[in-house]
């Protein structure tokens, strides 16, 4: 029977998954709906495994192959609590394991390669693999965490908006072009905040940027934090030997220059995103077991 892998990259919009053979070439793919295991188990499960029935029948499997192959998950909030270990208890394949999405992105961006990846879009969260060991940290969600992020981007935007109305700050052009959304009511504003998602607060990260690289000092002023907030982690997770520093998501590239230069001289493009990084770990599982798959 052939030996089969899927590797699936479960993230808040939808579920990617990508079946290998023993070799890791990827022969299909497939998509699903989001897995937000921490605010809904029950269906991140249903498209984790609707993922992996799609890639299989892209690859011209029977869906019930989905019994005889070996999976790695990645997901966010897999470190919490007991959700992972939920996840893979009700996992239909032979061998599953769920794992964090920044061990992915890691594995994705670095191979098997020592180095650091910090990845930037709704939330953030860092990664190290040093000397075959890893290490990640952030990742905590907006609230509390999530430093750089595009949540933390879009929240800082909205508190030094109701700052800069109450005139305890100055007012610039962009927090006078966020206040004219709202009609010019800072209530509007606080009872959006108190509803908002993440991906609501984050909507506005483009043009925090945008308005930073036009010299806008309020623009400016968020983005040097969030870019500090980056050089402090990425020195808790260095080592002088570091070789490499990916950033990833979609918030990576408008950081590069805003970043400390003794981490800029060490950046790199990552060797390939999440999903294959999910694909790579799942070949190495299959490959642990005597036989592989079959």
């Known amino acids: 029977m052939t030996e089969l892998a899927?590797?699936?990259?479960?993230?808040?919009?939808?579920?990617?998954?990508?079946v290998a053979d023993r070799m890791g070439n990827v022969i299909g793919h497939g998509k699903a709906g989001p897995a937000n295991i921490l605010s809904d188990l029950e269906n991140s499960l249903v498209n984790i495994v609707e993922s992996a029935r799609e890639a299989l029948h892209d690859a011209g499997f029977d869906s019930e192959t989905v019994s005889t192959i070996s999976a790695v998950v990645g997901v966010a909030g897999a470190n919490v609590?007991?959700?992972?270990?939920?996840?893979?208890?009700?996992?239909?394949?032979?061998?599953?394991?769920?794992?964090?999405?920044?061990?992915?992105s890691?594995?994705?961006?670095?191979?098997?390669?020592?180095?650091?990846?910090?990845?930037f879009g709704t939330g953030s969260v860092y990664n190290?693999?040093?000397?075959?060991?890893?290490?990640?940290?952030?990742?905590?969600?907006?609230?509390?965490?999530?430093?750089?992020?595009?949540?933390?981007l879009g929240r800082d935007l909205l508190e030094k908006t109701l700052l800069a109305y109450d005139k305890v700050r100055p007012?610039?052009?962009?927090?006078?072009?966020?206040?004219?959304?709202?009609?010019?009511?800072?209530?509007?504003?606080?009872?959006?905040?108190?509803?908002?998602?993440?991906?609501?607060?984050?909507?506005?990260?483009p043009a925090v940027f945008e308005a930073a690289e036009a010299g806008d000092a309020t623009a400016v002023e968020i983005v040097r934090d969030?870019?500090?907030?980056?050089?402090?982690s990425l020195d808790a997770l260095s080592w002088p030997e570091c070789p490499s520093i990916c950033?990833?998501?979609?918030?990576?590239?408008?950081?590069?220059?805003?970043?400390?230069?003794?981490?800029?001289?060490?950046?790199?493009?990552?060797?390939?995103?999440?999903?294959?990084?999910?694909?790579?770990?799942?070949?190495k599982l299959m490959n642990e077991r005597p036989g592989g798959a079959a």
């Open 171 to 205: 007012a610039s052009d962009l927090t006078e072009k966020v206040i004219a959304e709202y009609g010019s009511d800072p209530e509007r504003v606080v009872e959006f905040a108190h509803t908002a998602r993440p991906t609501d607060f984050a909507r506005y990260a």
């Open 106 to 119: 890691l594995q994705g961006a670095l191979g098997d390669a020592d180095g650091i990846v910090g990845a």
């Open 226 to 232: 969030a870019a500090r907030a980056i050089d402090e």
């Open 81 to 104: 609590g007991n959700y992972g270990k939920r996840i893979e208890k009700a996992l239909p394949f032979r061998n599953g394991r769920v794992v964090t999405d920044a061990l992915i």
């Open 247 to 283: 950033l990833l998501g979609g918030l990576a590239k408008a950081y590069h220059p805003w970043i400390a230069d003794r981490h800029r001289e060490r950046l790199a493009e990552p060797k390939a995103d999440a999903l294959q990084g999910a694909v790579d770990l799942a070949v």
């Open 6 to 18: 899927i590797g699936i990259d479960g993230g808040g919009t939808s579920c990617r998954a990508a």
């Open 128 to 152: 190290a693999r040093r000397n075959g060991g890893l290490h990640g940290i952030g990742g905590w969600g907006s609230i509390v965490g999530d430093q750089a992020s595009g949540a933390r």
